[in-house]
């Protein structure tokens, strides 16, 4: 792990910063870049500028470790609610929540029930449900509640963090199980018997899964091939690897950040790829900030020109 995103990692564990930096306005004002503000009608609104652009979306509420399960009820609430608005208004945006949110530390119980009632709304309004992952001690106990959750909910796919050393493996069993995979490279700290320490190896772990992901009989099971990156040479690696097949690029898809690498992403929507933009907002955003930029460690050096800007 670079020295950079270390201290970023270190930096979003911090309790004075989670709680204090947010109030900081050179803060804010570079996390404007990527997230286009704290409520749901923020949300709504740039999900509807994206749909003009022939682009989809996926939603999340920021938070995690939610510990009070009053808080948790609420947070399911309020993903039933905005499933709901995007439902009335028409706009392709898929849910995707953290097990955490719904009080997961607390009573697991209690948050598979609410993961299964959002999971439900979400396929009744069309749509699919997705769930996060979170740091590896996570891990197991969330596929294994995905997997409990796909006995109901059939449109369902999971994130998996590709500089964890299991998780060729763990990607294996969600598509044996047709649960769709949305890959990305991992954001969190984790000691090096467990994680890839060097970008090189993250890459080439993800570039692997990756194709596993796009293999015809990867599809026929019915798992969701989902790319989760702004990396434009492993995005590129992976078009020309679906041509070399003969995969059509509406048979996978590329999901970024909003706000990030827009030249790519019309690029993508231009070329009909698949193409949908991570939308998140909420009040609950430092932690988050701070390992979008871990993922890349330049991009605190494009933060830092955008705020001159």
């Known amino acids: 792990m ?13 309790r004075w910063l989670r709680e204090n930096g947010t109030k900081l306005p050179f803060v804010r004002r ?11 009608a923020d949300m709504l609104t740039a999900a509807q500028q994206q749909a003009q652009l022939g682009v ?32 009335r208004r028409g706009i392709a945006c898929e849910p995707s929540i953290k097990l955490t949110q719904l009080g997961y530390d607390v009573d ?27 740091q590896s001690s996570y891990v197991d106990g969330t596929l294994d509640m995905v997997s409990r959750l796909r006995q109901e909910v059939p449109r369902i796919g999971i994130a998996l963090q590709a500089y964890l050393r299991r998780t060729g493996d763990d990607a294996a069993r969600m598509i044996r199980e047709g649960i769709g995979i949305r890959l990305v490279k991992g954001a969190y700290r984790e000691p090096e018997a467990v994680a890839f320490p060097q970008k090189s190896d993250v890459d080439a772990n993800y ?9 015809p009989e990867s599809r026929a099971s019915g798992s969701r091939a989902v790319y989760g990156t702004h990396d434009t040479a492993i995005i590129r690696a992976l078009e020309a690897h679906g041509d070399g097949l003969g995969i059509a690029p509406t048979d996978y ?8 690498q827009r030249g790519e992403q019309r ?12 939308i998140a907002y ?7 900030y701070m390992r979008r930029l871990a993922e890349r460690p330049a991009n605190v050096w494009f933060v830092a020109k955008s705020l001159f800007k």
């Open 56 to 87: 989809g979306a996926l939603f999340t509420r920021l938070g995690e470790n939610v510990a009070d399960m009053r808080e948790a009820d609420g947070v399911r609430d309020h993903y039933l609610e905005v499933i709901g608005q995007v439902e």
């Open 30 to 40: 570079a996390v404007s870049t990527f997230m286009p503000g704290e409520t749901a």
């Open 207 to 215: 570039v692997r899964i990756a194709k596993v992901m796009m293999a």
């Open 267 to 278: 690029r993508l929507a231009s070329s009909r790829k698949n193409l949908r933009v991570l």
């Open 108 to 134: 697991r119980e209690a948050a598979y029930r609410s993961a299964l009632a959002i999971g439900r709304r979400a396929m009744d309004a069309g749509s699919y449900f997705w769930v996060d992952m979170e």
């Open 2 to 14: 670079g020295l950079a995103r270390s201290l970023i990692l270190t930096a979003s564990d911090n």
């Open 253 to 260: 898809e590329v999901h970024m950040l909003y706000g990030i």
């Open 282 to 288: 909420g009040t609950y955003w430092f932690p988050w």
